[in-house]
Nanobody, 113 residues
């Protein structure tokens, strides 16, 4: 199993930026895909971004070019650079890996208007 510890969340004003980090408990080099998800208040968990083993990146439509997913296999880490944040981006953000991913505690992102 691959467990994650997410960090980097916080309170930011609309239009601001944050960089989320995710430390994996073991190597992510064998993961087929690694992903960022989020769950807003009263909402279902939703996929934000995916990065494949070959570094292909796929984003949800709502990202609209504002976020960038990246990884550092040597550091067993996953990142999400978020710019031009909006109040609707307020959520707990989680990492996940396929296969063998285990949900962590997430990191809270709050965007004030």
């Amino acid at each position: 199993q691959v467990q994650f510890v997410e960090s980097g969340g916080g309170l930011v004003q609309s239009g601001g930026s944050l960089r989320l980090s995710c430390a994996a408990s073991k190597s992510i080099s064998s993961a087929i895909i690694t992903q960022w998800y989020r769950q807003g208040p009263g909402k279902e968990r939703e996929l934000v971004a995916t990065i494949t083993r070959s570094d292909r990146k796929v984003y949800a439509e709502f990202v609209e070019g504002r976020f960038t997913i990246s990884k550092d296999v040597a550091k067993n880490s996953l990142y999400l650079e978020m710019n031009n944040l909006k109040p609707e981006d307020t959520a707990v953000y989680y990492c996940y890996a396929v296969p063998d991913g285990v949900w962590g505690q997430g990191t809270q992102v709050t965007v004030s208007s």
